[in-house]
């Protein structure tokens, strides 16, 4: 099993940055994609970014030029630095690996952290 925790969430003011942190174990962490997903309440949980092995990036439209996703390997660990926030960014974000592609559905990822909260005022 792959365990796996996000940290770095809070609150930022519209405009603002923050840098959220994917620390995984108990898998082989250079072979795995990791996505990031978020949810905000009353809605479901959507695509942010993913990461795949070979480390290339993917990105929902929505975040496309303020987000950018990285990976450290020797840290196991999956960044995303979140730029330009707006309040409709507001949500928990979630990381999620899957093996070796990233890909941008929820049902394709088989391990979660427990969520890390995002809030952007306005």
């Known amino acids: 099993q792959v365990q796996l925790v996000e940290s770095g969430g809070g609150l930022v003011q519209a405009g603002g940055s923050l840098r959220l942190s994917c620390v995984a174990s108990?898998?082989?962490?250079?072979?795995?994609?990791i996505g990031w997903f978020r949810q905000a309440p009353e809605k479901e949980r959507e695509f942010v970014a993913a990461?795949?092995?070979?480390?290339?990036?993917t990105y929902a439209d929505s975040v496309k030029g303020r987000f950018a996703i990285s990976r450290d390997n020797a840290k196991n660990t999956v960044y995303l630095q979140m730029n330009s926030l707006k309040p409709e960014d507001t949500a928990v974000y979630y990381c999620?690996?899957?093996?070796?592609?990233?890909?941008?559905?929820?049902?394709?990822?088989?391990?979660w952290g427990q969520g890390t909260q995002v809030t952007v005022s306005s």
């Open positions: 108990g898998g082989t962490f250079s072979s795995l994609a």
């Open positions: 990461i795949s092995y070979a480390r290339v990036g």
């Open positions: 999620a690996s899957r093996w070796y592609i990233a890909t941008m559905a929820v049902d394709e990822y088989d391990y």
